[in-house]
């Protein structure tokens, strides 16, 4: 069977009962810490002109925009939900796809799921098998997508894998799935060029909207190819950079679900993934030592990629640009002894203190990796060289968050809450995530929607 039969038929075919338990409650899990930042997402400045812009559109009133009373269609609900879940970079990550598989989710999840009037259950199914494609579906790519050729991963793979959660809550037939995931697949892009700026978020906002663009067209007869995942100019030929290798999916989705291996990575830290190993080394040390800044003469951070990669701004200037920089997060660290929400704030990028340890933080490829793929081994060495001349040093494999080391039910419950109740009020939040904990036995989705998507609590002073 071709790719793109494969992932239609997958989608729309799967039974709930099919997907194990446990890969069901990581599915809660990925809801709920998503949900909460895309709720903080709000109060972000991209949040609040993304909402501005969506409002403006007008529309059908299906569904409900995050963190407000505004109701608008579901594509246009989706962009703006999805733009919102990825503006802080704070939402999971997944290591097969090297990218942000719920950002972009969720928004079609909510969005579909209120106007479509679906149960918890069937908007849990369709995450998990949005998910399931978004993550496999990178083999299918090759060894130089994205890292050589400058693809955002989190845009292209999950507005495949959105359109699969998409067909999922339309339910679609087969035939018809093919051709959302090809119209999907048409529509599908984003740049790492953007990091830094508003458009990284926005690259999560307009794939969630392409997803239900592409379903509700075919929905209502617009066509389009059945093949365009495998076919000789489709997408994995175009993204692949000319290696593509579209049976390196066929036969392994669900074999095992990508939820429970490699996992969900729940984040830590509301900055690039790429920089949260090198966070846990020098925050442990930083407990362990009482390090003071003036006592730091290098930090010598050797990662399991070649720089920049992700981190593109070593000398940063916003806060957007300090989340995408190794020199920016380490600085920080040393300063304030944590990395918070407030953290990126452009004003706190800005400060004397931290600026003046930018130059004394050095980010490198582990010697005799350079060049080699990325992710050959798993750990990373951070070197603290002090002024008594000391060298404080530690290698961090795991870091807070991923599987193998992830937050505790109360961390999750915690991240939530410090989250979402920048916008909700303290009885919506806890009824939020009542709501997501329990969503597989919830009748109607919209009981979610409606204590999430309604007029917020007062913006905190100066924001």
Not at 343 to 364: E, G, Y
Not at 434 to 455: I, K
Request: net charge negative.
């Amino acid at each position: 069977m071709s790719l793109t039969a494969t992932i239609a038929r997958f989608a729309v075919e799967t039974p709930l009962d099919d997907i194990p338990a446990e890969a069901r409650r990581w599915g809660t899990i990925g809801l709920l810490d998503t949900l909460g930042v895309a709720l903080a997402g709000a109060r972000t400045e991209v949040g609040e002109v993304i909402t501005r812009y969506v409002a403006r559109q007008g529309g059908t009133p299906e569904a409900g925009v995050l963190g407000c009373d505004l109701r608008l269609s579901a594509a246009l609900a989706a962009l703006a939900n999805g733009t919102l879940a990825h503006a802080l970079d704070y939402d999971d990550i997944n290591r097969s796809m090297y990218g942000h598989p719920s950002a972009p989710l969720l928004p079609v999840v909510l969005a579909l799921g209120e106007r479509e009037r679906a149960s918890g259950a069937e908007c849990l199914a369709a995450y998990l098998v949005g998910f399931e494609v978004e993550c496999k579906l990178r083999a299918a790519l090759g060894p130089d997508y994205s890292d050589d050729l400058g693809w955002h991963p989190t845009a292209p793979l999950a507005t495949v894998g959105a359109a699969a959660a998409a067909v999922r809550l339309l339910r679609l037939d087969a035939p018809r799935a093919q051709m959302a995931v090809s119209l999907a697949a048409s529509q599908a892009a984003g740049l790492r060029a953007n990091f830094g700026t508003m458009t990284k978020p926005f690259h999560a906002g307009n794939a969630a909207r392409a997803a239900i663009v592409a379903a509700d067209l075919v929905a209502l007869g617009f066509t389009a190819a059945t093949d365009a995942l495998e076919a000789r100019y489709g997408f994995c030929q175009a993204y692949s950079g000319g290696k593509p290798d579209p049976q390196a999916v066929v036969g392994r989705l669900g074999q095992p679900w990508d939820i429970l291996q490699p996992g969900l990575v729940v984040k830590a830290y509301p900055c690039c993934g790429s920089t949260h190993r090198a966070l846990d080394g020098v925050l442990a040390l930083i407990r362990q030592h009482d390090i003071r800044p003036d006592d730091v003469v290098e930090v010598d951070c050797q990662v399991s990629f070649d720089p920049p990669r992700s981190l593109i701004h070593d000398d940063p200037h916003s806060g957007l640009e300090g989340k995408f920089s190794m020199q920016y997060c380490l600085a920080a660290a040393l300063v304030d002894r944590a990395i918070r929400l407030d953290t990126f704030d452009d004003a706190m990028v800005r400060r004397p203190a931290v600026r003046a340890l930018l130059p004394r933080v050095r980010m490198r490829r582990i010697p005799g990796d350079e060049g080699q793929p990325t992710w050959v081994r798993p750990e990373e060495h951070v070197v603290i060289h002090l002024r008594d001349g000391r060298q404080l040093r530690t290698t961090i494999v795991y870091p807070k968050g991923e599987a193998t080391v992830p937050l505790s039910q109360e961390e999750l419950r915690d991240k939530f809450r410090d989250c979402a109740a920048r916008v909700l009020s303290a009885a919506d939040v806890e009824r939020a995530i009542e709501l997501v904990e329990g969503l597989e036995t919830l009748p109607d989705v919209r009981a979610l929607t409606s204590a999430v998507c309604r007029a917020p609590v007062a913006a905190p002073a100066g924001r």
